[in-house]
């Protein structure tokens, strides 16, 4: 019923859609584990702030939907006071190489949208919606990243790839 609310917002108001999870019906919770690993030429050899921003309201997430990461970066502050209920921000600052392992859990009842906002230096939207699944890795290259998911006791199955912000984002079930 709640998405059905948020597609009549959206054709009323002319925006574009946030790109929603894939959820399989046994899925409880969100993502368990996100990991995020730099690469040794990550953003051309510079450190980057990433932040996987979970929200939990539908208009919201239209709104952030529509950020680029450099307009996120500037506004991050002002949304966290602005929406401190329906926003939970996990932010970093890597160096190249670096690489960080993260427990998570959010329940696929309270997340609306997720999306990793990477500051790459470049011109590009660089915004990537984040696909459910127990595990999910984000790889930072050079000018862009890749995000893989997978869950834990499936058999492996490749789900279509989404092209997005210049990209392709492909959803894995176990590798």
Known sequence: MK????LIFILFTGCDPVKNYIFEDTDIEFIDELSIVGTKNMNNNK????????????????????????????SRSQLKQDYPKHIKFNSYELVPGQSIVL?????????????IFADFDN???NRW???????????LFEN??????????QEPKIKPSKVMEDIVIVDRTPM
């Open 47 to 74: 450190p980057m702030r990433v932040d996987f921003v979970v929200v939990k309201h539908p208009v919201v997430a239209q709104q952030i939907g529509r950020l680029s990461a450099n307009q996120y970066m500037r």
């Open 144 to 153: 862009t990243l890749q995000i893989m998911s997978h869950n834990e006791g």
């Open 3 to 6: 998405n059905l609310w948020v």
């Open 123 to 125: 011109e590009n939207v």
């Open 129 to 139: 919606s984040v696909f459910a699944a127990d595990y999910v890795t984000v790889k």
């Open 103 to 115: 427990p998570l859990k959010y329940s696929k009842k309270e997340v609306v949208s997720a999306f």
